[in-house]
């Protein structure tokens, strides 16, 4: 079979739908596929294309055994709102070109993000005879409206439209939790069409470490600091202030605490000012680190957060919560009880869900585990062990392998 996987996100970005996709494709390749990814210029998170790359129209290479077509699109460094669209739309254009030239293919499975190709990609897998495969990995246009990103009635029924186009259009859709299946399906999916099937984890790349290592000490973290870790990209809905008010209620009377973030995103000029006007001197910034170190960038923490806005979790899944649990940390999830979010943590018993931008829950949930080491690596451990049991990489491939097999079969 002859797969073609689109993703504006793939690596050497630290994008995780991007490694997500990459390994999709090696898993693909393995059992006998013919696979190319269309994808864009690495930028992420800073919008300066990477260094080993000149943005041109159409870069072709393969990585890994996997072709790989990088088509051109709109970059600039710190991207405000318009920039985003802008870039959107570019690749939208662009990755259409080439999956009109791309030589015969059985099967598109896309990337629904962003939203922009839900107008475009039906179209092209009309023209191209083949079948369209969406992955709903968050529900948009949901969040930037919600956030107040887009306010204007007009364009908010564009977006609700290209939406509903491209769940009716698909031969299928691969979403990650049942929550979205519902909410295709009222959207206009058929449900026969949807798969639920999760995003997975490397468990061989992250695997359970020192917490005394060399990242802590680069940090300047002495093995007597408890380590509150905030990993990965720091987005506006993520509403990671709340972890700074409870550093700030934190600061007088846990003393050893630290608050750790890791990461890069939209948000982070705004809380290293809010650490910086309130003096937070037990709050650390630190940039994302190379993929080789993820192991030994969780193993410093000694409780994991994950944080979300109100009504927020119910649009993401943060995957960073797979990368605490597969180094068996204990998560606090601030996040709304009915999230998928909120739904994993319970399952797999790997922490405490408590109320979103409630900051002083927070403080007490901190305080509550920084003094019982003993119920830190019984949570962190419970979580390590569901994974092996529900989140292995071959399991789910496998899943989705199965489930591209059934489309293309249909008549």
Request: proline fraction near 6%; charged fraction near 20%; hydrophobic fraction near 45%.
């Amino acid at each position: 079979m002859r797969v073609v996987l689109l993703s504006q996100w793939y690596p050497p970005e630290q994008a995780p739908i991007g490694y997500m996709i990459q390994e999709l494709a090696q898993a693909l390749i393995s059992r006998g596929y013919e696979v190319t990814v269309i994808t864009g210029f690495p930028n992420h998170p800073t919008g300066i294309v990477f260094g080993d790359y000149r943005k041109q129209w159409c870069l072709k290479e393969e990585v890994g055994g996997v072709k790989v077509w990088r088509m051109y699109l709109y970059t600039a460094p710190y991207p405000s709102k318009m920039r985003r669209i802008l870039t959107f739309l570019s690749f939208t254009f662009t990755s259409a070109w080439a999956l009109l030239v791309h030589p015969r293919y059985d099967l598109l499975f896309a990337v629904f993000q962003p939203l922009s190709v839900g107008a475009t990609l039906p179209v092209i897998a009309k023209i191209r005879r083949t079948k369209l495969i969406l992955n709903v990995q968050d529900l948009h246009p949901d969040v930037p409206i919600e956030l107040g990103l887009i306010r204007n009635p007009v364009l908010v029924r564009l977006l609700r439209w290209i939406e509903g186009v491209g769940y009716r259009s698909a031969s299928g859709l691969a979403v990650i939790c049942d929550q979205f299946r519902k909410h295709c399906v009222a959207r206009g999916a058929h449900d026969s069409n949807v798969a639920v099937i999760p995003n997975w984890i490397n468990l061989e790349e992250i695997v359970p470490g020192s917490r005394d290592n060399g990242f802590r000490a680069t940090l300047g973290l002495s093995p007597d600091h408890v380590v509150v870790m905030f990993a990965g990209t720091i987005g506006l809905v993520a509403g990671a202030e709340v972890a700074l008010q409870a550093a700030l209620l934190l600061k007088d009377t846990l003393p050893d605490v630290r608050f750790v973030f890791v990461g890069e995103g939209p948000a982070v000029g705004a809380l290293k000012d809010f650490a910086r006007v309130d003096g937070l001197t037990n709050v650390i910034f630190a940039p994302f680190q190379p993929r080789s170190m993820l192991s030994e960038v969780q193993a410093i923490s000694d409780i994991s957060l994950v944080t979300m806005r109100h009504g927020k979790g119910r649009a993401s899944v943060p995957s960073k919560v797979l990368g605490y649990m597969a180094a068996a940390r204990p998560v606090i999830a601030a996040v709304d009880a009915d999230s998928e979010t909120a739904s994993l943590v319970n399952r797999a018993g790997c922490g405490q869900v408590i109320q979103p931008e409630d900051s002083e829950a927070l403080a007490g949930a901190i305080t509550s585990l920084a003094a019982d080491c003993d119920r830190r690596r019984e949570r962190g451990y419970s979580g390590r062990r569901y994974l092996e049991a529900n989140y292995q990489k071959e399991a789910i491939t496998g899943q989705y392998v199965q489930f591209f097999e059934d489309i293309v079969g249909r008549a």
